[in-house]
């Protein structure tokens, strides 16, 4: 799958803080209005991620830096919260939705197999653990404000049930090559006897140029 570059402003640094947790939200409207928003100084809110109802991924801010998604903290049962702003200990995916098609929660297919691939792309990339503490709605942070995000009928179930199912590594290779080719780093497919150090730092490579280029 591709990950669409659309920079936001609205982001501050991590401030050494590490990334422990993926926060899944629900929008409360189209696109590109929500896209357009998150990228608006005025809103003072942006997320890492944006899943579309047709299975687009558009990333905003770089997963180096803290995006504006869950900074508020009310009445949060979320125990890995320490005091300090969730926004620089997480990823934020903002899913859209909206009055008659998906307000709830209810991703449609397309926009689930690309969430779905995403958190396995954040999970592998962050070491980020599968589990319900990991991986949460913004209600876990702010119970009081955000008690419906990202929604009853988001597929908690599903989700982690497919996360915890073994990847293909092979199609992760292939993942990398295409991504690799598109972003101009090699030419030709990579042997894929090459050692799985050779593979990690073209990832690596990946990711360094993806951060670059929304610094």
């Not at 926060?23 to 809110?45: E, F, M, Q, S």
């Not at 913004?138 to 996360?163: A, M």
């Not at 073994?166 to 090559?177: R, T």
């Amino acid at each position: 799958m591709e990950i669409k570059q659309y920079p936001s402003k609205n982001f501050s640094g991590r401030q050494g803080s590490k990334i422990v947790a993926i926060v899944n939200h629900i929008t409360a409207g189209k696109y590109p209005g929500c896209r357009d928003w998150l990228c608006n100084p005025a809103a003072k809110a942006s997320a890492h991620y944006i899943v579309t109802r047709d299975g687009q991924i558009i990333q905003l801010v770089a997963d180096i830096n803290s995006a504006w998604h869950a900074g508020g903290v009310n009445k949060s049962n979320w125990p890995l919260y320490d005091g300090v702003n969730p926004n620089r200990r997480t990823i934020g995916i903002e899913h859209e939705g909206y009055t008659g098609a998906g307000a709830g929660g209810d991703l449609t297919e397309a926009q689930y197999q690309a969430t779905l691939w995403l958190h396995r792309q954040l999970i592998a990339k962050h070491n980020i653990l599968v589990d319900k503490d990991h991986i949460i709605g913004h209600y876990r942070i702010d119970s009081v404000n955000r008690p419906n995000c990202p929604g009853p009928k988001f597929p908690w179930d599903r989700l982690f049930n497919d996360l915890r199912s073994k990847v293909n590594p092979e199609q992760w290779k292939l993942d990398i090559i295409t991504e690799a080719k598109r972003a101009g780093l090699i030419t030709s497919d990579h042997d894929p006897n090459e050692p799985v150090t050779a593979w990690l730092l073209l990832q690596v490579s990946l990711n360094t140029l993806k951060a670059s280029a929304l610094v």
